[in-house]
């Protein structure tokens, strides 16, 4: 039995481990372009950022010790360049020597990853301009920084890899701009959300541009890089880092005749088996079915090719071994906040035209009398009728990764908003809460469905009709005093609600809100009750904030 | 409509409250013996440790906020001394008029609490001994730390009270010694995960007494007490805080007739409905059903309590709610650990006599190569054959409350150690890693049950005979030199393993260690594929250190 693996990094190596916890027989090969097997890629940013401080600390591994833990042969600068699947071969170039050589295999595991994507823009070819792939973009970018250690940087693309890079180029003491051609940063969030963390972004001294797509760049009299962009921003630059996301490396498989998807990636089943079934593959470059869509996704992120890499293993070495479908969970660490999703988002859903509810909700991380809590905002994303949980959106600066990960295990589970409100979560006071977040988010998913609760969310604020409808904010007057009102809002502290209820004009739909949501839940029970039609403002005037402070400052000609 | 509600702490206030969103008519009187409502009890050792620096932080409500808000009355120094079931009434006593009335009900909900257990030990009365269930405990505690800043304490009990009383008193100054009868603190874990809390304790200065028991309490002439024991110590204490467990509140139940469960609890159906069904009961005076064992159980858990209020004031409104059974979540900091736990352990499994197995791993709580990262320890328990998890421990210095929440999710979901290993956990250096701690665990009972890893546990090691057995330490030699052996091991170091094979007495089961178990893992891969009889250590020389140096610690003459 003879294991070829292409790709040395999270899949590949992944693969190669298991395969020869598996078989102390086979042979294995695994081969890697670059000079670096299993290198730590997540840890790139950080590494810049010069939190993680030594560059070895960034290799995971080596070929001498797989070679000697693992008894396999990890040949790197070693690009695997065609797959003959009718000979059982592969045609390899060694990049030193620039010889082609073959290998023969019995399965092949595919783990070429993704790579970044370089759109054909004017000036793009400058040296100035920069992805983060691998170790040797990270060297040729902190040789940059260190020779400006107070210049500026431009990062275009407002993801995972380019938030990483603000947090740690401002830390290294370059001033940063983001440019993001959506309306927001972080697509697996939505947009209510991602708000939280554009005004984070902008507290920090990030220069935040939005809704704007760069278009140029031209080396300019001084040096440095001007970044040229559609709505006639110039900004210039130091450095510019690249991270508008990846594209599959399909090169190989496509002209091995391996079937594509619809996305773009290696289609793959269950098993990580490819058209062709000796040929297996993994990790960035493949397509896998979204758990709660069904829909085929691509999904580059090292968790899921980690497990794919030894779902693989097991497979071509003859065990039964399934990929369940991906949940689509992740994190980010945004300077003090953490961000994190699980499973689909409202605009996923609304874009797939499935029936969704949502509910916001802000809980500190832990007991509020217990010193340091700080606020949690979550919001889920439900079926109506079921209650089944579709996914679900975290932010704040602590316990966000508890939550989402609580989450995680419990969409995968196949649970309900009502199994959150239940669900037994670990109580102390530096923990959590008696009612965990999780469960808060619960209870209100679930009284909207049980028909105890109607909320209107904030983007629904816009088209109030002020003869029918009448915002009620029931803060205490200091609280309004300090944040400000939603504007047309009429002040009724909740605690005088009962008693000023004559005031109130009946013939009119009443919307409560309070800070986040929780007393004018309380005011909405007693309208409701006493006969009046109200609803609740979702996450209250903090949800209806965050959107605001974001849009003025995104485009205040257009606030 | 009108609802008496006995008690008005986290189940009563968390009742009260529910009730009155759910019915802005009915009648609401909600009674309370002590002086405060709806009070933080879960904060009280970190008022009394300074962390929380003022009272007022305790009081989460208070009568005039619940009249205000919830429009009900919190009626505090008044006793409910009588149900008379019949007219549907209860007896008052006004504790500070001393005066008697009743007060009529449609519906009761009792949620009493339960009472620190006081022994009657010789000198159990003395002034310098305290319990601590409420703010006038701490009050009281409080006091006595203020008059003796440096003196010493002694806590008698090592459960989740007593230990957040030692760290919070240690904390203040004091030198505090822990006197726990068991061999373990902290009993909803095991043994071996409780020795890494005992080597912590006296890392830490705290005096640890274990196996021994308090007998009397004497003043002594310095004015100080003597705590003495059944092993013939003697411990000087200026303050004891006796924590050695609580005991339902079940008087008022059990004198108006009301079924009591089994364990001493009231008996209450997943409606938290009593024997009669106009009287409801929540909180730590009840009985609930383990999700796991389907046992009834006493669980004096404030999240618990939240959650059983709730129900019941749905129940008493007409409202369809039910307790879905308990699965004993909970967590506590003990210095810089924590330690968590969920479902049933292996004691409690062995007690009941029911098959389970048990994995042992060590992670670190994120990915190692980014700064601070720590050992998290967690133990599985789970069915043999369908895997089916039964309980989890944790327990480490960060992310343990982490994963004990989406184990406990988990568990509730009726999970395998099978899924565990596929669930897709938020991945990001600060925050976990591509395989998550709880996916370590997971591939590691998984493989047990595959039969692709067969595993001892530490105190499986003291019946080995070496005439059949040969340890195999495969660290290497630097680590060896470093931790030491355990007492026998061969050393051969993982790398050298297939090169030096014809070393082995292949007539020998091998049992391979590591420091964690993962390298052993690799070890025994190869030696049962080379044909060798072997296991693997589960937990590594981790855990078998752990319990070693507590045992040393505890009583060095049996050590």
């Not at 290998?103 to 004017?122: C, F, T, V």
């Not at 962009?229 to 996301?245: H, N």
């Amino acid at each position: 039995m003879k294991l070829v693996i292409v790709g040395g990094v999270a899949g590949g190596a992944s693969a190669a481990a298991r395969a020869r916890r598996l078989d102390e027989q086979a042979e294995i090969v695994m081969f890697e372009r670059g000079e670096f097997v299993s290198f730590a890629n997540c840890g790139l940013p950080y590494y810049l950022g010069g939190e993680i401080e030594k560059r070895d600390e960034l290799m995971v591994s080596t070929p001498e010790k797989f070679k000697k833990r693992f008894n396999l042969e990890a040949r790197t600068f070693s690009e695997v360049v065609e797959i003959d699947r009718k000979a059982g071969r592969v045609k390899v170039k060694d990049r030193r020597s620039g010889e082609f050589y073959f290998e023969s295999y019995d399965k092949l595991i595919l783990s070429p990853g993704a790579e970044p994507i370089r759109p054909p823009l004017p000036g793009i070819e400058l040296d100035s301009i920069f992805c983060l792939r691998d170790i040797p973009d990270a060297d040729r970018i902190l040789a940059a920084i260190e020779a400006k250690k107070s210049g500026s940087a431009v990062i275009v693309g407002g993801g995972f890899i380019g938030l990483e890079m603000a947090e740690n180029l401002h830390r290294r003491g370059l001033a940063v701009s983001v440019v993001e051609m959506m309306e927001q940063v972080m697509a697996p969030l939505d947009y209510d959300m991602a708000a939280i963390i554009h005004n984070h972004l902008r507290e920090q001294g990030v220069n935040l541009v939005l809704r704007d797509a760069v278009e140029s760049f031209e080396r300019r009299r001084d040096g440095r890089t001007a970044v040229r962009t559609g709505r006639g921003r110039e900004l210039a630059a130091d450095l510019v880092i690249l991270a508008i996301g990846v594209k599959p490396e399909t090169g190989l498989a496509a002209r091995a005749g391996l079937e594509l998807g619809g996305r773009g990636g290696i289609l793959v089943d269950d098993r990580m088996r490819t058209s062709d079934p000796d040929i297996f593959a993994v990790g960035d470059a493949v397509e896998v079915r979204n758990l709660v869509s069904g829909e085929m996704i691509l999904l580059p992120l090292a968790g899921p090719a980690n497990k794919q890499g030894r779902i693989a293993a097991d497979n071509a070495l003859g065990r039964e071994s399934r990929f369940a479908g991906a949940a689509g969970t992740s994190v980010v660490r945004i300077f003090e906040l953490t961000a994190a999703g699980v499973g689909l988002n409202e605009k996923t859903l609304a874009g797939l035209g499935r029936p969704h509810l949502c509910s916001f909700t802000h809980s500190p991380d832990h007991a509020s009398y217990y010193p340091g809590a700080e606020r949690l905002s979550i919001k889920l994303v439900f079926e109506p009728g079921s209650g089944k949980l579709l996914g679900a959106q975290a932010v704040g600066k602590k316990g966000v990764d508890k939550r989402i990960d609580v989450l995680a295990a419990s969409l995968s589970a196949g649970m309900t908003v009502f199994d959150l409100e239940r669900l037994e979560l670990a109580y102390a006071p530096p923990f959590g809460s008696a009612r965990d977040p999780v469960n808060v988010a619960g209870f209100v998913a679930a009284n909207t469905l049980r028909g105890d609760h109607a909320i209107v969310h904030w983007h629904e604020l816009e088209g109030l009709d002020p003869e029918r409808h009448q915002l009620l904010d029931v803060r205490d007057p200091d609280e309004l005093q300090e944040a400000g009102p939603i504007p047309g809002a009429l002040p009724l502290p909740l605690d005088e609600l009962r008693s000023r209820l004559s005031e109130l004009d009946r013939s009119k739909t009443f919307i409560a809100y309070c800070a986040i949501g929780l007393r004018s839940y309380l005011a909405y029970r007693i309208l409701v009750q006493r006969g009046f039609e109200a609803r609740n403002l979702s996450g209250g005037y903090a949800a209806w904030a965050a959107v605001q402070q974001d849009r003025q400052a995104t485009d205040p000609k257009e606030g």
